[in-house]
């Protein structure tokens, strides 16, 4: 058998050639049959036959570089020129066609050369075959034609960015190329378009700013910015690389906010103050979406948001204070006034909670719940929120305000609903108060008022306000309050007690006689005034003394000025009911044996000091109900007067309240106050230095802050007396090398 003639590398070659020639006629359109399937074999097998024979005539080095030659060719002699004679869009449209029928003949021959990859490019670690002509577009045609494929898509972009409508295809395509001649990296984008592109963004909205900022409001600035944005995100999704859009963004971020950041927040009819002032939330929440995009572009919105809501309310401060301070002139002379705060002052409440609703909804939909903005809220309500309202804080005012809510008779008529939830916002509100401590011990007083005189419209609100204040301010804030509820509970079980008690043992009295007993510690009255009672009252004292002593050691302790009275008084057109204090109707009922009694009399018979004395007969001779005369008659009790009772009264009520003078219990809060202060600032110090042994001066005063903040601000003075305090009673000591340095002594 003979062996079969190998193909020389001409003979071959030449063959190849045609086939190679046929194909690029195929792709420049010209007149040419496409390639049947014995074409296609006969041109694969004369590769492999011609890379397969024995050396000398194996030419797989050669076929491989003719293979680079063949797209090098077709390049320089057909490809280049055409391009060349192009330019703009035109050039764009034929580098695309170009490069279509450049991977179409990469396709074609590396099946025609298969082989080679194969077997050879494989033993000697070289290019695959569709690499090669992938590296011959990128050198020859990619590298002479890139800066003019560049200019000409920048041209588009910004024709786009004029409005024009453009065609988003082609330059979709024409950037696939620059992706995919850098063979699986982005350099080639980045570097031979990105680049530019970011530079030219950069150029175009440095122009428009410039031009917007002058001749726009602030919303209609920010409308446009919002849609350039848009705009260049849609170019992500339309053309570009996906890569390229935070730093595209971010060049549009930079040239429209946050170089003009500052003004346009602060435009003078338009900015962010005049937005917030003129409640204009989309643009509010629009302004929040756009500066939130850039570093702490946020911080100078969240400065303008507090100084807006802070300068809101001063000026409620401001309208009370004036308001009540015209109020006083005007009743100047006209005697005390109620203890309950002023309408002005209830409303003042009111508006905080109604301006705390209005700026967290703004923190809540316009600024997305932000934390930054929440402190903002939280610091500028803390700054009017502890400012002196009309001679009174803004703890004595809440105090009050929920006083007035929970009452019976209050002037707030709300439904049970509303009630619930104006106490949850007078609660959150009490979240801003630096004195928690006066609040506590305002509401206190009045809490106990409410309860002791039946004043309590609702057992339900009164658990649920103090179930809050313990979930806001700690089990340790609402322990006494609770603890008074809970005392009035047992108190009128305790009643019903001493009624079976009486029947069971054929006690009775005179007069119809209830005590609420109480437990000292939780009730916020401390005075205890001596009184000599009436007999019918002494006999109910006396007798419930018995019945409580019995299996009871605890000691009980009366508190006359708390109770009252129901009497009838027999006037000469007819009798009425009087309600009165118990020293009141002790007071009374000394009338039923004397027709006139001096000033000296009666606080001798009534066994009371003169303060005392001088309110009581105030109440009965001078105040609004006539019940006793005075002679000399005037509106001011003096020692020498004499006292008779009225025959002659008369009222269309049959039952009247007569009250007492009111008495500055608001200082007295505040002493009370001032004492807990020092006692707390002193555990504070000690429970510090308990744990720490010794300590610089300035340490123990942060931590002692820190300790107490949650419930008062305490003052840094005070801290300093109460350090020396503790030193005199030995609990501290000064270091001798250091005086500002403190040890503990155990």
């Not at 074609?108 to 990859?117: A, E, I, P, V």
């Not at 929920?402 to 939830?421: F, H, Q, T, V």
């Not at 609702?458 to 204040?469: C, K, N």
């Not at 079980?493 to 009624?499: A, L, V």
């Amino acid at each position: 058998m003979t062996e079969k003639k190998p193909i020389e590398l001409k003979e071959g070659w030449g063959f190849m050639q045609n086939g190679i020639d046929k194909l690029i006629r195929v792709l420049e359109g010209q007149p040419e049959e496409q390639f049947n399937a014995e074409q296609y074999m006969s041109l694969y097998t004369t590769i492999y036959n011609m890379c397969t024979q024995k050396p000398p005539h194996d030419f797989s080095e050669q076929l491989y570089d003719r293979y680079r030659s063949s797209f090098e060719i077709y390049i320089k002699e057909q490809v280049i020129k055409s391009l060349l004679e192009h330019h703009g869009e035109v050039l764009l449209k034929e580098l695309y066609i170009r490069w279509q029928n450049h991977k179409l003949m990469v396709r074609w021959l590396s099946k025609f050369f298969n082989y080679l990859d194969r077997y050879y490019v494989m033993r000697h670690s070289l290019h695959t075959l569709k690499d090669v002509g992938l590296i011959c577009f990128r050198d020859r045609v990619y590298e002479e034609i890139k800066k003019q494929a560049k200019d000409a898509i920048l041209r588009l972009i910004e024709r786009e960015r004029e409005g024009e409508l453009i065609d988003r295809t082609l330059i979709k395509n024409i950037l696939s190329i620059f992706i995919e001649v850098g063979t699986g990296g982005m350099e080639c984008y980045e570097r031979d378009f990105e680049v530019y592109l970011l530079q030219e963004t950069a150029s175009f909205y440095k122009r428009k700013a410039a031009e917007w900022v002058d001749q726009d409001s602030c919303p209609d600035y920010m409308l446009k910015a919002e849609q350039c944005l848009k705009d260049e995100e849609d170019k992500v999704e339309g053309y570009l690389h996906t890569s390229s859009k935070p730093k595209l963004l971010k060049e549009v971020e930079q040239e429209l906010l946050a170089n003009y950041e500052t003004r346009l927040l602060q435009k003078e009819n338009s900015g962010c103050a005049a937005l917030l002032r003129d409640d204009k939330a989309e643009d509010l929440s629009r302004m929040f979406r756009l500066f939130q995009r850039i570093p702490r572009g946020l911080d100078p919105v969240a400065e303008i948001f507090k100084e807006h809501v802070e300068n809101e309310g001063m000026k409620l401060v401001k309208e009370v204070t004036e308001a009540t301070e015209s109020k006083k002139e005007k009743e100047a002379g006209k005697g005390p006034s109620k203890d309950s705060g002023t309408p002005y002052e209830q409303q003042y409440v009111r508006s905080v909670i109604e301006l705390h609703d209005k700026y967290l909804q703004y923190v809540s939909s316009c600024f997305c719940n932000t934390s930054l903005f929440h402190k903002s809220l939280k610091e500028a309500f803390e700054s009017f929120c502890n400012k002196s309202v009309a001679g009174a804080s803004s703890a004595e005012l809440m105090a009050s305000f929920c006083d007035n809510l929970l009452k019976k008779g209050g002037s707030e008529k709300l439904s049970d609903e509303a009630i619930e939830e104006t106490l949850d916002k007078v609660v959150k509100l009490l979240a801003y108060i630096s004195d928690k401590d006066l609040f506590n011990e305002f509401y206190r007083k009045k809490l106990g008022r409410r309860l002791l005189f039946d004043k309590s419209s609702s057992d339900d609100h009164e658990r649920s306000i103090l179930t809050r204040l313990k979930q806001q301010c700690g089990a340790q804030f609402t322990s006494k309050m609770e603890g008074m509820v809970t005392d009035l509970a047992l108190a009128r079980e305790k009643q019903q007690s001493f009624e079976e008690w009486m029947r069971i043992n054929g006690k009775k009295l005179r007069i119809d006689f209830n005590v609420t007993v109480l437990t000292t510690g939780f009730w916020p009255f401390h005075k205890v005034v001596e009184l000599a009672l009436p007999q019918e009252m002494v006999d109910g004292v006396e007798l419930f003394k018995s019945f409580y002593e019995t299996g009871n050691k605890r000691k009980l302790i009366w508190y006359y000025s708390l109770g009252t009275c129901h009497l009838r008084a027999n006037f000469d057109p007819r009798s009425i009911e009087l309600v009165l204090g118990t020293q009141q109707a002790a007071c009374l009922l000394q009338f039923n044996d004397s027709e006139q009694l001096s000033f000296s009399e009666v606080q001798l018979r009534l066994n009371l000091c003169e303060d005392d004395t001088m309110r009581i007969l105030h109440s009965l001779a001078c105040g609004k109900y006539k019940i006793l005369l005075k002679e000399p008659a005037s509106k001011i009790i003096a020692k020498t007067d004499t006292f008779s009772f009225n025959k002659k009264f008369t009222s269309a009520q049959r039952r009247i309240k007569v009250p007492l003078p009111p008495v500055d219990e608001k200082k007295r809060v505040i002493e009370d106050v001032d004492k807990d202060r020092r006692f707390s600032i002193d555990a504070a110090i000690v429970r510090t230095m308990k744990s720490r042994k010794t300590l610089l001066h300035q340490q123990l005063v942060l931590e002692v802050v820190q300790q107490l903040s949650r419930m008062f601000k305490p003052d840094f003075k005070l801290i300093k007396k109460r350090i020396e305090h503790l030193i005199e009673a030995e609990y501290l000591a000064r270091d001798k090398d250091n005086p500002m340095m403190f040890q503990y002594l155990a």
